[in-house]
């Protein structure tokens, strides 16, 4: 018989929950682009392949987690601000791509695999509650 300790439980928690957020992230990521493929019809295809958006989906699935966490301990009512902030902030490149030959297609399809990823972390970690590293006021 395994005993388990809280520590366990707890990382086992968070790495399922990074799990099924990467794994929705990178489902519903690989439809966004290809449908965004479809209506990228003389563009350059930014972002739209395999090798550029999977990769990028879990670096924003594991920044997303640690920064969700570092907020949620540190300062749980930043998170109501600092979350959407976040998320215009990453819209920022994706926008500039319409400078470089990419469509408004391309760029809508980008943003909204931002939305996804951010709409995974948020879905993964609304309940997750780290320890305070001091004590609670």
């Given at each position: 018989?395994?005993?388990?300790?809280?520590?366990?439980?707890?990382?086992?928690?968070i790495?399922?929950?990074?799990?099924?957020?990467?794994?929705?992230?990178?489902?519903a990521n690989?439809?966004?682009?290809l449908?965004?493929s479809q209506?990228?019809?003389?563009?350059?295809?930014?972002?739209?392949?395999?090798?550029?958006?999977?990769?990028?989906?879990?670096?924003?699935i594991?920044?997303?987690?640690?920064g969700?966490?570092?907020?949620?301990?540190?300062a749980?009512?930043?998170?109501?601000?600092v979350?959407?902030?976040?998320?215009?902030?990453t819209?920022?490149?994706?926008?500039?791509?319409?400078?470089?030959g990419?469509t408004?297609?391309?760029?809508?399809?980008?943003?909204?695999?931002?939305?996804?990823?951010?709409i995974?972390?948020?879905?993964?970690?609304?309940?997750?509650r780290p320890?305070?590293?001091?004590?609670?006021r």
């Open positions: 018989m395994t005993v388990t300790t809280p520590s366990t439980t707890s990382a086992r928690t790495a399922l929950r990074l799990g099924v957020a990467a794994m929705i992230a990178l489902v690989a439809a966004i682009a449908a965004t209506f990228d019809d003389g563009g350059i295809g930014a972002g739209l392949a395999p090798t550029e958006y999977l990769p990028l989906t879990l670096i924003g594991v920044l997303g987690a640690v969700w966490t570092l907020l949620a301990r540190y749980p009512r930043a998170l109501r601000v979350v959407p902030v976040a998320l215009v902030l819209w920022i490149p994706d926008v500039l791509l319409l400078n470089t990419a408004p297609g391309n760029v809508i399809g980008l943003m909204a695999m931002h939305v996804v990823v951010t995974a972390v948020v879905a993964a970690f609304r309940g997750h320890e305070s590293a001091s004590p609670a």
